[in-house]
């Protein structure tokens, strides 16, 4: 189960906005995909919106002035416990390589049922690039049937493509953020100078909350001071650690990490086929492990050889 990452919504207050007027005018699309960088804040996003919703007739409602969560409120407590009527999660399941089609199946009684207050009732849909063949076909089964004030929303991470007959029934709502919004969150976040915590080289690659929150974490629990890494010695001691082993969510980070590198290291080169086709053999073969749930260590093994040049 994800709990809300955060009850204040920071600086996607105009894109909240922008859901709320939909809803709001009586516009809002019944099928839409939330797309932009993993860490971005897109789920979190979605639950404030949906909260909003469906506090409108509850007592400590959603703040709109503030646009925050009150955690007092009912529908939040349900939500974050996933018992409310009227919402319904669906994520990729640990250890699972993509969102099951029994998982897609299991929501269709449940939309069927009187909505609670009158109410949209919302499906969730997180890590939605994860939908494989078989989810897509029976979700399309679903969407294309007439439900009745049932929102469908699907949280996309920008980086990994879906299926275009998917992709093409959806209203596609692009969320970005700023770098200088970026570290204003963080710095909110954990009432810090991120400057003072991370070298420049660090900071001046396009990370998102959710990256800058992991390098943190990193620096507490192997007590390095990253104000004096760099990207590849930051990489050389994941390495070394074994820091992509811990969970899932380090792997990933470990990944997004190694894309980073990647394409700084052949910048300047990459119009050279040479270096061109080796950069391409290495993202295919990144995306190839994190895709299939591959052996991370032997792939580790060429990349330490051809781009941390170690033997």
Do not use: W
Not at 20 to 31: M, R, S, T
Not at 57 to 66: H, I, M, T, V
Not at 237 to 253: A, C, G, P, Q, T
């Amino acid at each position: 189960m994800k709990n809300f990452h955060s009850l204040n919504l920071y600086s996607l207050n105009d894109n909240f906005m922008e859901l709320k007027n939909l809803f709001i005018n009586k516009k809002l699309p019944n099928k839409m995909i939330l797309s932009g960088p993993k860490g971005i804040g897109k789920a979190t996003l979605s639950y404030h919106f949906i909260n909003y919703v469906l506090s409108l007739k509850e007592n400590d409602s959603y703040n709109l002035k503030q646009c925050c969560i009150n955690p007092k409120n009912r529908s939040f407590i349900l939500m974050n416990n996933l018992t409310h009527p009227n919402f319904h999660l669906i994520d990729l399941q640990e250890g699972k390589i993509s969102i099951d089609v029994s998982q897609i199946r299991s929501i269709v009684s449940e939309i069927k049922k009187s909505n609670f207050n009158d109410l949209p009732r919302f499906v969730m849909i997180d890590n939605a690039e994860f939908l494989n063949k078989n989810s897509v076909n029976a979700l399309l089964k679903i969407i294309e049937e007439p439900n009745f004030n049932v929102c469908f929303i699907l949280i996309q991470n920008s980086n990994y493509k879906m299926l275009d007959t998917l992709r093409s029934r959806c209203y596609l709502f692009k969320v970005r953020i700023s770098h200088k919004d970026t570290i204003k969150i963080v710095n909110s976040l954990h009432n810090i100078d991120i400057y003072k915590k991370i070298s420049n080289e660090l900071i001046n690659f396009y990370f998102t909350p959710r990256d800058f929150l992991f390098l943190l974490k990193i620096s507490d629990d192997y007590n390095i001071d990253l104000s004096k890494y760099s990207l590849n010695n930051l990489l050389k001691l994941m390495l070394e650690k074994k820091v992509y082993k811990k969970n899932n969510e380090y792997k990933e980070f470990f990944y997004r990490l190694t894309h980073m590198y990647i394409f700084k290291y052949y910048k300047k080169k990459i119009y050279q086929s040479k270096f061109y086709n080796a950069y391409l053999s290495i993202l295919k073969k990144i995306k190839e492990v994190e895709l299939y749930n591959l052996d991370t260590d032997n792939f580790l093994i060429e990349f330490k050889k051809l781009i941390l040049h170690e033997k």
